[in-house]
């Protein structure tokens, strides 16, 4: 059971993925990437890791959508404007993309080490105490890091946006 729904929230996942990059439109995209959100927390519930998929919904799901979004509404972003279409790029694409990723997954393959497999709900250092732990001994420079990239982004969409409205 936990195989079929995997293969079902990771399809959801990929679907909603492609999806992201395909809409012209931000709100639509950024919906799609709510969508992405959802399934992979379901992904990570399968995995035993409770914790981590409830932050996933809450803090990315979430608030950080609810970010996303304002951002889009503040620079009062549009619809994707289509450019002329040529005519040997959906031939050639496919190709490329297929041997991109192809060349990729050999790679990674080669250089990963043999692991064993995944056991679903096996991993049983979920809990708040272990992450909090591990955030707050080995992670906490990464973890402001991150929050002072974000915080950036945003001031550079403000400063953005003034420039656009002046």
């Given at each position: 059971m936990d195989s079929i729904l995997f293969l079902i929230f990771a399809a959801i996942a990929v679907g909603c993925g492609l999806n992201l990059v395909l809409?012209?439109?931000?709100?639509?995209?950024?919906?799609?990437?709510?969508?992405?959100m959802g399934s992979l927390a379901v992904l990570y519930l399968?995995?035993?890791?409770?914790?981590?998929?409830?932050?996933?919904?809450?803090?990315?799901?979430?608030a950080i959508m609810v970010l996303f979004i304002f951002v889009?509404?503040?620079?009062?972003?549009?619809?994707?404007?289509?450019?002329?279409?040529?005519?040997?790029?959906?031939?050639?694409?496919?190709?490329m993309v297929a041997a991109i990723i192809g060349i990729g997954a050999?790679?990674?393959?080669?250089?990963?080490?043999?692991?064993?497999?995944?056991?679903?709900?096996a991993f049983q250092h979920g809990n708040p105490s272990d992450i909090g732990t591990n955030l707050f001994e080995n992670y906490?420079?990464?973890?402001?890091?991150?929050?002072?990239?974000?915080?950036?982004?945003?001031?550079?969409?403000?400063v953005l946006a003034r420039k656009e409205i002046e």
């Open positions: 809409q012209t439109h931000p709100i639509s995209s950024a919906l799609s990437l709510v969508g992405v399968l995995l035993g890791g409770e914790f981590i998929a409830m932050a996933q919904l809450i803090v990315y799901a979430g889009i509404m503040l620079l009062n972003a549009g619809g994707e404007r289509r450019g002329r279409k040529r005519l040997w790029a959906p031939w050639a694409g496919a190709p050999y790679l990674i393959q080669r250089a990963a080490p043999r692991t064993a497999e995944v056991t679903f709900g906490v420079l990464p973890f402001e890091i991150t929050s002072i990239l974000i915080l950036i982004a945003i001031v550079g969409a403000i």
